[in-house]
């Protein structure tokens, strides 16, 4: 049994780092596009009202964590994957909220009214450019996964309401952090201007695969009292945990952040006025 808790340590500790930089990489710039644009503008919006949009969806984001942050919740923190997801999501958009700022006021304005500048990015937009690419894809791929595997629909007595045992609908947290909270995420993503770029996707599985080694210390170091924290991840049956999140992590996760590039992709496929600062990025800094 030892070797096979040391094997499972292994595949989660080291295959996620290895996974994450041979599939993805770990970038935390803009690309061609500059920072100042990509965090500083927006298709539809004014510089001002894209910052007062962020300020909103912090403010929401904070709000329904306060909300999620109860007394039990504070005792299991480390044990559930939607409470690292919540926590890095509403880092994130606080952080997002001083980049914008960051970028506006570095942002010289050109005849277009969008900003190219070759000042270095700061450390807060590298920050906050690597938990987008974590929290972004994490939140449709949390609720997928919820929805899938650990409370399916048809357990819903709204849904099956014939069926003994059925579940009522969760709280209308749990809903928040499981249903609709990436239409906040994909809403801020669409609005606004940061890239999902693929070299930048690493974190993602790096984070998934950290939590991953975390639920094998749970349980190899006894802290479960005989409970698995989800059913499907019970290490005790090593073999089956891995088939599962081999797939998790080589089909769900990244299948999630190519919908989300390709999202972008068609999100910027006309916005022609990124697509003059991506040239005048080239013209500027050489090489960039």
């Known amino acids: 049994m030892f070797e096979l808790w040391r094997f499972a340590f292994l595949c ?15 970038g ?3 690309g061609a596009l500059p920072w100042t644009v990509a965090f500083g503008t927006s298709r539809c ?22 909300l999620y942050l109860q007394s039990s919740w504070i005792t299991t923190w480390p044990d ?3 409470n690292w997801f919540i926590t890095l999501q509403t880092t994130f958009f606080c952080l997002q909220v001083l980049a914008t700022r960051a970028a506006i006021a570095a942002a010289p304005l050109l005849p277009d009214g969008h900003g190219v500048h070759p ?8 920050l906050a450019n690597i938990l987008f690419h974590v929290q972004l894809p994490l939140s449709l791929s949390v609720v997928l996964l919820y929805w899938n595997i650990v409370e399916p629909f048809s357990h819903l007595c709204m849904v099956n ?3 003994a045992g059925c579940d009522d609908l969760p709280s209308y947290t749990n809903l928040w952090v499981h249903f609709y909270n990436p239409i906040l995420c994909t809403a801020s993503f669409l609005v606004g201007r940061i890239p999902f770029r693929w070299t930048n996707a690493g974190w993602l599985l790096l984070v998934v695969c950290v939590y991953g080694t975390w639920t094998v210390m749970y349980q190899m170091l006894n802290l479960d009292n005989g ?12 073999y089956r945990t891995l088939r599962l999140l081999a797939v998790v992590n080589f089909c769900v996760f990244p299948g999630v952040a190519m919908l989300f590039w ?27």
């Not at 919006?45 to 306060?66: D, E, K, P, Q, R």
Request: aromatic letters at 10%.
């Open 12 to 26: 989660e500790a080291f295959g996620g780092i290895a996974l994450g930089g041979a599939l993805f990489g770990y």
């Open 28 to 30: 935390v710039r803009t």
């Open 45 to 66: 919006l004014s510089s001002s009202g894209l910052l007062w949009m962020n300020v909103a969806f912090a403010t929401i984001s904070l709000t329904m964590y306060a």
């Open 80 to 82: 559930y994957l939607t």
């Open 119 to 126: 000042m270095p990015q700061p450390v807060v937009v590298s």
């Open 161 to 163: 309401h014939a069926a």
């Open 227 to 238: 409970h698995p924290i989800y059913a499907s991840i019970d290490w005790r049956q090593p």
């Open 262 to 288: 390709g999202l972008g992709k068609a999100r910027d496929c006309r916005d022609t006025s990124a697509q003059h600062c991506e040239v005048r990025e080239t013209l500027v800094v050489p090489g960039k």
